[in-house]
């Protein structure tokens, strides 16, 4: 199991930015798939964005053009960038693996509080 620990959030005007940082401890970073998920109130969770251990990255369309998924497997951390930020956008955001079997899935973090208002 890998311990996983968002940070980067943040209250920001519409149209503004933000980059999410997870921190992942284990040696098995590196091999799986991981995933920006986010969670708005009343709202089931979702994934937003991943990225395969070849760098490959996928996008959900209401970010897609808009953020930036990226990965270092050598800090074992993976990163978000958001950019023309919306106020639906408004979650708690959190990282985990992802396109996997659900045994694969770890422990969920306490995740980022993003917040998009004017």
């Known amino acids: 199991q890998m311990r996983l620990v968002e940070s980067g959030g943040g209250l920001v005007q519409p149209g503004g930015s933000l980059r999410l940082s997870c921190a992942a401890t284990?040696?098995?970073?590196?091999?799986?798939?991981m995933g920006w998920y986010r969670q708005a109130p009343g709202k089931q969770r979702e994934l937003v964005a991943d990225i395969t251990s070849s760098l490959m990255p996928n996008y959900a369309d209401s970010v897609k053009g808009r953020f930036t998924i990226s990965r270092d497997n050598a800090k074992n951390t993976v990163y978000l960038q958001m950019n023309s930020l919306k106020p639906e956008d408004t979650a708690v955001y959190f990282c985990?693996?992802?396109?996997?079997?659900?045994?694969?899935?770890?422990?969920w973090g306490q995740g980022t509080q993003v917040t998009v208002s004017s």
């Open positions: 985990n693996t992802a396109r996997t079997p659900p045994r694969f899935l770890q422990s």
């Open positions: 284990g040696s098995t970073f590196s091999i799986y798939t």
